[in-house]
């Protein structure tokens, strides 16, 4: 990769990803390890990604003042390991809920500012986006199969210490990351909110919204739903890491992808295999090959969503506006949608079959596939 740091780039996702392979699979079964509720589980996720809808905004207008976007990332990546260092003090709910919010409200910001980095490092050639982020796919990946076989033979009980490793990992990386100087700084005669009202860009953050809405009961109790259902901890790292497998497949081939379709046909397909996805995981639970399938189609539910919107906001959102570009994405995706996702999937997990849940989860996904036909990237 010319000019382009490949290796330190891809080191931070490594090491970013790396630690949601902890967060994403194992958390809510630590969180249940301590006693927590279905409720209390829902609503600590919901924290974890709520900050999402003001961290990244915040500190994306800070680097974006200061013009120094990798202290701002080396900076609240070590500020984050230190507050998540917190969890060994305490463990009633509201201490794990204060550490929670402080500690995601740095780790959150540091995705999207990173985000914008990387396009920054390589300019207009998005293609090797693909090629560098896929580290990231890979680090979740090793660390859903490693801390899976880990937590069967030491506990759960050994999560956060392997969680801390990890983020201190994301902060000594983010050392060796260089500052990237925009090649141009584009047309800057629209605003940012001039950009924001276009009715694409509006309809596509509805859509990536309604896609993170529905994926909240897989984030918050896929684990736990899965050891309900007999499967253990190695099993459920397996079956986290072959869906992501299955986004690092996709990754290798969505360039060829974008030359021959559209953004609106590849949404269309990705939203309406996300509602079979959740059908599958909700019906299909006493069938292992019927939850391998649904895995592998978290590259449509996920990962060419995911990709789509990071060309998306490289289009629209040019020079001084893209790291707000990139934060927006996050806040309203990640953080909004999180939220929500936590939030429903929390409040009806304990009281309604699993099976009605993901239900819920594909209804969802119909909305978006219903926004995604009207109204985005139509002639």
């Known amino acids: 990769m010319a000019r382009a740091p490949y290796w330190r780039l891809s080191g931070f996702y490594l090491f970013y990803f790396s630690t949601l392979g902890g967060f994403l699979p194992y958390w ?28 990244p905004n915040l500190w994306s207008w800070i680097a974006d003042h200061t013009g120094r976007g990798i202290l701002v990332i080396r900076l609240v990546s070590f500020l984050a390991a230190l507050a998540f260092a917190g969890v060994f003090i305490y463990s009633k709910f ?20 990173f985000e914008a980095l990387t396009l920054t490092h390589i300019h207009d050639d998005t293609p090797r986006y693909s090629r560098i982020r896929i580290w990231g796919s890979i680090g979740f990946i090793l660390a859903a ?23 201190t990992g994301i902060w000594l990386v983010s050392q060796t990351v260089p500052e990237a100087v925009p090649s141009h700084l584009g047309d800057q005669q629209k605003g940012l909110l001039e950009i924001i009202k276009n009715p694409t860009v509006i309809a596509f953050l509805v859509v990536c919204i309604l896609v993170q809405v529905s994926h909240g009961p897989y984030y918050v109790f896929y684990s736990i739903y899965l050891e309900e259902n007999g499967y253990t901890g190695t099993e459920t790292g397996q079956l986290w890491a072959l869906g992501v497998l299955a986004e690092v497949v996709l990754f290798l081939f969505i360039h060829h992808l974008l030359k021959r379709y559209s953004l609106r046909q590849i949404l269309l397909v990705s939203v309406f295999l996300s509602m079979l996805r959740w059908l599958m995981i909700g019906w299909g639970v006493d069938h292992l090959w019927v939850l391998v399938t649904a895995q592998l189609l978290h590259a449509a539910s996920f ?77």
């Open 145 to 167: 199969l490693w801390i899976g076989r880990a937590l069967d033979v030491f506990g759960i009980s050994f999560l956060p210490s392997m969680i801390l490793v990890l983020m």
């Open 28 to 55: 809510g079964l630590y969180l249940q390890d301590k006693g927590f509720k279905a409720e209390q589980i829902g609503e600590l996720a919901a924290m974890l990604v709520g900050t999402k809808i003001i961290a």
């Open 303 to 379: 990962g060419s969503t995911h990709v789509a919107a990071i060309h998306l906001i490289h289009q629209y959102f040019h020079g001084r506006f893209h790291g707000r570009g990139q934060a927006l994405y996050s806040s309203a995706s990640f953080g909004v949608g999180g939220v929500v996702g936590s939030l429903y999937s929390g409040f009806l997990w304990e009281g309604h079959s699993p099976a009605f849940v993901y239900m819920i989860a594909s209804g969802i996904s119909g909305l978006a596939l219903i926004v995604t036909w009207n109204w985005v990237g139509k002639p």
């Open 94 to 113: 509201w201490w794990i809920a204060c550490v929670t919010l402080v500690f995601s409200f740095f780790w959150n910001a540091a995705l999207p500012q």
